[in-house]
DNA sequence: TAATAACCCACTATTTTAGTCAACTAAATA
DNA sequence: TATTTAGTTGACTAAAATAGTGGGTTATTA
């Protein structure tokens, strides 16, 4: 699990999509001036998404991308992997020369502490980023500063 | 915040600073061994771990670095943010050039969702580390699915 | 005083990130 | 059918972050 900035700019992308998704399908061009990310950066992002069927492509005139599948059903944990390619085994995989098997179980750790970021970052659906979206615009309005009261509303949105 | 391999080099040091911090201070030849990490590049590292405070150093022949506070002060979080300096805070920060407001609102989203995630590292401790280290993983055993289970697990452990 | 290990700095190599350019393909419409 | 739109692909480049080198200095202890 890899969090960087390409993976926020999927991530912003993917959610410039489906907030305007609604009147069909959005083109990079568009998403490219509103996000103010290179429209051939964008280009190589997509096409990683469009492999990992997170977005569908129309092509032609008045094409450009949809979601693959529901707000619901695409999390960011999908998104980031998507982009960032998997992370390298490291060192220890099978090459036995762990001292005393140390080595070997620090890396387990590591690898524990990445599946459980992972885990979380896969409860997190597009769905929850655009209320939210529509929380912040209420925010703005309402003047909530904190975290927590966003967490109180968005936990009462959600039940 | 960032997620690389960078922080997981600095866990993994810290990670086998605190395991074999019983019997004195532990020197950076003896990690950059145990670990395959060059020593210069632990030398960098552990320089800005000695700033944020997470570890203290002792010089002179015997000497090496220990912990710069109990194993159930330090968390994930901490390590990772003084390895990576801290984010830049990206594009429309002061610009005002947003229309309509949306590039800000998904700019905002974003460290929102960075926010979550350190929250949830900032949970994790050395301590928890070690003891896991001990007992091998015990989320494997736990089936944890959904960040709800998550929250419910990490929250009771706290408390 | 000699050995040890932190400390510090300038430098290099590699990889990743980000972006550019150009040619091409598929689909829609005039 | 010709043209336009927009995705598709690949090679290439620039900049930044990551990782590692080398050479010195300071403090401490034996």
Redesign the pocket.
Known sequence: M?L???GR?AVTAMLDLAIHSDRG?V???EISKRQE??L??L??L??KL?KAGLVA?????????QLGRGLDAIFVAQIVDAV?ESIDATSCGGKGNCQQGEVCLTHHLWSDLSDQIHHFLSGISLAKLVSRHDVKSISQRQEINSLDDLDVIQSSRLA
């Open positions: 890899r960087t900035t390409k700019y399908p083109s990079l061009a990310i290179s051939s950066y280009e190589q997509f096409s469009r492509s129309v092509r032609g005139p008045g094409g450009g991308y960032n």
